[in-house]
Each structure stands twice: as C-alpha cells, then as structure tokens.
C-alpha cells in the first residue's frame, strides 16, 4: 500500500510518474553577467516567446497572465527601486529580487484576494529578471514527471516542456491560483493545497496523481495502478467526447440554434468557460468581491475584475450582475438587520434604496471596465419585482452613466426571479433591452419552497407548472418586446430543464461550463418542434412529476434514435 496524502482537486486527469522538486532558485548566487535594462529585455523576450506559444496554442486567457507579467517587468516603480539599490552598491539581482519582494510583500498585505494572489505573479517575473541577469536558464525537465513544489509560477508551467510535464502537486495554492488554471488550460492534472508537500516527497520517488479526486500516492503497488490506469481510461474517454462538443454549437437536431453562455463567480473562471465553447457569459455574479472582506471593495479593484472578464471574452457578451446579497449571503459590513426571512428580506435591489452609493460605485465601476477594454457591459438587475423597481435601477445607471461619460452606453437588463416580475413581464419587457430568468429564486418564491433545505427537494422542481407558466409568461413578453430572454438558474444546465426551456421560447442558455456537454448531446437529439410540443405538455401536467416525466421520455427517445 502506498501512502496516500490529499489535497484539493485542481486540474482534472490521472497522472503517474517520478517526482521532479522544483524549488525557486535563490536570487543571491554568482556574478551577474547583465545589467538592469538587458535582463528586463531579455526576461521580456523570454516572456513574449511564451505568449506566442500559447496564444498560437489558442490560449488568450493564459497568454494575457504572462502579458501582464511582462508589463509588471517593466513597472517603472520596480524599476527605480532596484536602481536606487544598485545605486548603494547592491548587484543587479540582489536588487531586482529585494525590490520585488517589496511590491510583492504589499500586495500580499491587501485585503483582496484577487490582488493578493498577483503577488506571486511579481516574485515570479522578478526571479526571471534576477536569472536573466545572472546569465542563467529557467528550470527544465530531463524525462517525463509530476512536478512537485510549494508554488509553481505560472510562467515556470507554460515554460517546462508539455511532453514532459505529467502532473502538478503543490503544498499551497487553491483551485484559482495561476498554477491550477494554467494546468487546466494546458491539461496536465493536478492537486493542490496538499499539506507536508514537497517536504513529504522525496526527489524522483514514483508518483501517481489523479486530479479529479484530488489525491497523491507515494510509490503506488502494482493493484493501485490497476485500479488509476482504469480510471484514467474513462476519464480520458469523458473529456476527448467532450473536447469535441466543445467547437460544436448548441443547437437542436433540425438546426435551431440556441446561444451557450457560462455562469461564473469569479474572473479566473472565464478562461476555462471560453475554452469548453462558451459564446457569452450569462450570469457573471459579483458577490465574490464583496464578501469576506472588512469593507466594500473600491472602484479600481472592482473594474479591474470586470475589465479581466470583458477583455477576454472579447466581442462576446458579458453579462455582470449587480451585487444579489441579503438572503443566504450575509455582509457584515451593510449592517443589515437581523431578519426573521432574510430570503423576503431586505436584499438585492431593495438594498440599492438602503445603500445607493454601494450600486452606484459598482455601476461606476462596471461602466469603467467597458471604458478601459472599448466594451460594451450588460448589465443586469437581480430580484427585480416590479416596474418601480426597475426605475429605481434605470435611475442609478444614468446617473452612473453621467459621472462616467466617456463609457461605452451599457445594456441594461433584469433577472425574472420574482413571480411579480413574470407576471409583469410584458410591462417591464419595454423598459428593459434583455431578461435572464432565474429559476432557482423564481422556483422558490412561486412554490413556497426553501432552496437551502435539502429535505424539501422533491418540492424544488421548476418543471412544476406553476413555474413554466411563469416562464412562459417572461418569454412571451421579451418576444412581443423584441428583447432576448436568457435562463441562468440551474435548470439551464439540467438537459430536462434546457429542453422544456427551449420549448417555452428562451434564446439562450446560461449554465456552469460543466454542463455543456450534457445539454448539447440532450438538446441535439431532438427536434425543436418535439421541445415545443413538450412545453406545452409540461404547461398542461398536473404536477412537476408528471412533467418531468415526459421530458425524460423525449430526451430517451432522442437517445434512442
Ligand atoms: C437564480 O435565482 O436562478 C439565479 C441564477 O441567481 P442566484 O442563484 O445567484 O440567486
Ligand atoms: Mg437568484
């Protein structure tokens, strides 16, 4: 038996092979050969050959880590730093790597997660600049390994030879660290966050990984590489079909074609969503910024989020949604009051009337993403109930939109969540240029049924007529009013959900990338008219049983076909 230690799962796949300990070279050592501005240059040409590779490899999202690498070698603060140190006499190295550790060191102070993950971004470009000057190589791989460190920058994975790079374990590190994304992107399993690591192994001891459980085995015995190598087989088979879904649309079987969007919660999640075929962002949720913090997160940092997800998606949309917190989703910070319903309570847009100035600086924020990147931001209102509502969000934006009159004019939109604004949708339809339709919160709120509570999931269904016909309602009135009409909750990424959504008339469909394949081998196997037919089934049953059954009984005809 082998020992087995376990981390978190970071990159999907089974790995085996010997461990190859990658430690950060110490900066101090030897002579340098170049001086400050040839071993900026020569790391920035480094860089840029990087960036090339895997912009070629069709990987923008990661090129542009290395692009803003390149752009923090050449920060003319870090610059003048290590020059006044050379100035006292410090070598080039010396000077470079004590002046990035200082701007590393204050950026791994901040109170933001997102900015203080990019300090190992600036210690990393520093050590390239400190290695550049000593006349020195980056790190390389003799034969095929699972490399092994406490951190691995990100340029050190683009750098190590693919053909030779079998896994990633890492003793720090979280599922959105730079190492995990660029192991996702590049497809090398990996597990991270794994505790006693690289202490507990030993450079060159056999190593098996798998990346969807997140476990590491130190010198595997024959019957445990029995057992990866048949994991490994169908892991390997499950994303090749579904790597090929990936460049395919989603559409039914005749051809009605149906826009594929992503939900995310956070920046580092758009690449991969890109990457399995996403054509929007659907629901970009913005909680993350400004929960487990002291205070509300500034304009700067909250647009330099937006601006990450706009400029990578490019011509795409990207829908950001407007803080949804109360509810589940307590702040501190707000001061809200203690409720006895907080799910009825004073949250989302009732917060904007609260808190004005809380919407108004994300609104200010978001319009200067789309200013920075020449994008135009959607954006959406959450638990939106009434036409009130909707003027008080209209209001807000113009007035943002004055305090920010250089941005691109953004597309305002709202999320049908509450039953009220389903039943009011044909009103609110002309007020509005999208609708995105929740059905986790419209779910609850028309059934009477807590979404936290596990025990009442026989009750959670949305296939429910009460619920479609709310729907129904929505899709009809965006149709009338000549807008789109999206759905984000999950059950876009339910193929029973996604086909009767089709039926009922959504144009789009929003959903965690996980989901994609599913739906398109679901919805691809059918005629848009047979989800037609099925909608007005569903409309008619006496219960969400009954519906759900005969969206099941399409989807396995479909199949079977
Ligand atoms: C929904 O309510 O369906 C939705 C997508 O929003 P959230 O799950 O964030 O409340
Ligand atoms: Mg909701």
Known sequence: MSTTLRGIAAAPGIAVAPAWRYEAQPADR?????????AIAAATAQLNGLVDRLTAAGRPAEAGILEAQIMMANDPELVAEARRRMSAGEPTSTAVSRAGAAAAAQLAALDDELLSARAADVRD????????????????????????????????????????????VLGGGSRTAH??????????????????????VPDGVALAIDGDRGEVLLEPDASELVALERRRHASEARSIADRELSGQPLCTRDGHRITLAANIGHPEEAAAALAAGAEAIGLFRTEFLFMGRPSAPGEVVQAAAYASVLELMGERPVVIRLLDVGGDKAIGYLDLPAEANPFLGMRAMRLARRNPELVLAQLRAILRAGERTGRQPWI?????????????????????????????????????????????????????????????DLTQYALAVDRTNPELGPWQDPLHPGVTRLIQLAATAAAAAGIPVAACGEMAGDPAGAAVLIGLGVDELSMGAASFAAVKRALGAVDHERLRQLARDCLAAPSARRARDAADSVLRDGRAA
Request: no cysteine; net charge negative; glycine share 8%.
């Open 380 to 440: 959406m209102a959450p638990m939106i109930g009434d036409l009130q509502d909707v003027a008080l969000f209209r209001e807000l934006a113009s007035r943002a939109a004055e305090q920010s009159p250089r941005a691109p004019h953004p597309r305002l939109g709202v999320m049908i969540e509450i039953p009220s604004a389903a039943l009011l949708a044909e009103s609110i339809a002309r007020e509005v240029d999208f609708f995105s339709i929740g059905t986790n």
């Open 125 to 168: 470009v520093v050590a390239r600049v400190a290695r550049s000057a000593r006349g020195e190589v980056g790190p390389q791989l003799a034969r095929r390994s699972i490399v092994v460190a406490e951190d691995l920058p990100p340029s050190v994975t683009a750098e190590l030879d693919s053909a030779l790079l079998a896994g990633v």
């Open 179 to 200: 190492a995990a994304i660029l192991s996702r992107a590049l497809g090398i399993p990996a597990v991270v966050g794994v505790e006693g690591v690289p202490a507990a």
């Open 30 to 38: 030897g002579r340098d050969e170049l001086g400050l501005d040839d």
